[in-house]
């Protein structure tokens, strides 16, 4: 059920909404505190990340209720990152992350790059392969030592 999705822009005084939204979203997968204290600083959306131009935030609300989001980094002429996809806890399997990854797809074809990159959750994995990605590797987490990410890769017919 997809309810009556609407997908916008994210506004830089959403900044601290998305940052809890993405710490709820990530803790629904049951890791330990000790875990989600490390990975704070992966799970902050500033202002600035906002406002930056090298990045494009986007939300899904339903009616004004915001739901999810997500955000494309430029790496280069042909590729973009999904740096962020997060949906409220209550919402995981709903349809809203469909939804965003439809949204994010046609985003990046419009910047005419042709594939995006995902360091992906262990647990989301699935998810980004059902959406079109391939596992093409994996790589040590940034901030949480011994946690390892699979790297995806979906390619974007432009």
Known sequence: MTHSIQIRNAMTN???YLSGLAYRSKKHWGYSPEFMHAATHELTVTPGDIRNDKFHYFVASI????VGFYSLEEQSVTTVELGAMFVEPDFIGSGVGKVLMDHAKTSAAKLGVSKIIIQSDPHAASFYQAAGGKVTGKRA????????LPRLEIALSN
């Open 14 to 16: 959403e900044a601290d």
């Open 63 to 66: 009616k004004t209720v915001v």
């Open 141 to 148: 987490s940034e901030s949480i030592a011994g946690h390892v």
